[in-house]
């Protein structure tokens, strides 16, 4: 499975931002968990929001209420809608998917998209 990120910028206080996440390769049926984390230099990733193949979601407290995931199961794509941005939202975002291989549970990673939020 091999994802590919889209979306990132520069944008301002306050306003918002779109990514895109869209899952390729033989076993994309096989994803289960897909979402986004987020890195700022010299911080550990930190999980921003996930979403099951159910739908069901999960955020970070920091984001919660102002950022929404959601899945196309149908296109393999995961998005997050980001509103009310915020200084510290600035990072590069990584979408991931967890998949099955056998009894296996594996991951894949995108490339990253870089967020910049500032006036």
């Known amino acids: 499975v091999q994802l590919q990120a889209s979306g990132g910028g520069l944008v301002q206080p306050g306003g918002s931002l779109r990514l895109s996440c869209v899952a390729s390769?033989?076993?994309?049926?096989?994803?289960?968990?897909m979402g986004w984390y987020r890195q700022t230099p010299g911080k550990q990733r930190e999980l921003v929001a996930k979403i099951d193949v159910g739908h069901s979601s999960t955020y970070a407290d920091s984001v919660a209420g102002r950022f929404t995931i959601s899945r196309d199961n149908s296109k393999v794509t995961v998005y997050l809608q980001m509103n009310s941005l915020k200084p510290e939202d600035t990072a590069v975002y990584y979408c991931y998917a967890e998949w099955k291989l056998g009894t296996s549970l594996r991951s894949s990673w995108g490339q990253g998209t870089l967020v910049t939020v500032s006036s």
């Open positions: 390769g033989r076993l994309t049926s096989n994803i289960w968990d």
